[in-house]
């Protein structure tokens, strides 16, 4: 479990990220980014049980807006499950996975 001095710690870091490399990235976006990764090709409501980390704690609707935003940045793409179509699947695009690996690189240690 992150501890809130973690959060927050990891917060700035991410702010920082954002502004050096000049990328329109909140901590919620590099949450969702890192919980797609870990998740790839499962359901946005996996997603949403791989990001509640107790701070995050996002409504099922919230991660749908905060995913439609980082599609509309093409950092993932939506996919119907064939097995069961009223399944959406997320996926990291390329420039998804590149950003996964810059958030990965910040957060070393935690």
């Known amino acids: 479990m992150v501890t809130p001095r973690q959060y927050i710690e990891c917060r700035k870091k991410l702010e920082r ?3 050096d490399n000049k ?5 919620v976006d590099a949450i969702m ?3 797609t990764r870990e998740d790839e090709g499962k359901s946005k ?3 949403n049980d791989t990001t509640h980390d ?4 996002s409504a099922l609707s ?3 807006t905060n995913l439609k935003k980082l599609r509309n940045k093409q950092y993932i793409i ?3 499950n064939e097995e069961d179509e009223r399944e959406i699947l997320v996926r990291l695009t390329e420039k998804g996975r590149e950003l996964y690996e810059e ?3 910040s957060l070393e240690g935690y």
């Open 23 to 27: 990328i329109d990235l909140r901590s």
């Open 33 to 35: 980014i890192v919980g």
């Open 54 to 57: 107790g701070f995050t704690n």
């Open 17 to 19: 990220l954002a502004s």
């Open 78 to 80: 939506k996919e119907i």
């Open 62 to 64: 919230t991660i749908s």
């Open 45 to 47: 409501t996996n997603i």
């Open 103 to 105: 958030i990965k690189r």
